[in-house]
């Protein structure tokens, strides 16, 4: 998959929530550009509670014990979500393990 694609489309539970026009990988994780549709707005939530418990602490070296205690619910329900990359160029899905969005930015690692 590494050499070649570019695009791909993320669905998640069986919903085609935006294109990912990815950017290369780093160690197992392929990192790549998001760009939701309409369909991805039943999902935003969970992704950008994530996304702010992420950033909520920056200024600090640990997260506060109940902010942990948020991102941990906030994490399952990301791993709780059926995800996988569907290739249009070599017609291939791919089964994704672990999905991260931020903004405008997606991390992978497939399964």
Same mark, same amino acid.
């Given at each position: 998959?590494?050499?070649?694609?570019?695009?791909?489309? %993320?669905? %998640?539970? +069986?919903? +085609?929530?935006? &294109?990912?026009? #990815?950017?290369?990988?780093?160690?197992?994780? $392929?990192? $790549? *550009?998001?760009? =939701?549709?309409?369909?991805?707005? *039943?999902?935003? =939530?969970?992704? $950008?509670?994530?996304? %702010?418990?992420?950033?909520?602490?920056? +200024?600090? /070296?640990?997260?506060? =014990?109940?902010?942990?205690?948020? %991102?941990?619910? /906030?994490?399952?329900? #990301?791993?709780?979500?059926?995800?996988?990359?569907?290739? =249009?160029? &070599?017609?291939?899905?791919?089964? #994704?393990?672990?999905?991260? #969005?931020?903004?405008?930015?997606?991390?992978?690692?497939?399964?």
């Amino acid at each position: 998959m590494r050499q070649g694609v570019s695009k791909g489309h %993320l669905y %998640l539970n +069986d919903t +085609d929530v935006g &294109t990912v026009n #990815i950017r290369g990988w780093q160690s197992s994780w $392929g990192i $790549g *550009e998001f760009k =939701p549709n309409d369909r991805f707005s *039943e999902f935003a =939530p969970i992704f $950008g509670n994530w996304s %702010l418990l992420m950033h909520a602490d920056a +200024d600090q /070296a640990r997260l506060t =014990p109940e902010a942990a205690e948020e %991102l941990r619910r /906030a994490e399952y329900a #990301i791993d709780a979500l059926h995800a996988k990359l569907f290739l =249009p160029e &070599t017609t291939e899905w791919r089964r #994704i393990g672990q999905v991260n #969005i931020d903004g405008g930015l997606i991390e992978w690692k497939e399964a």
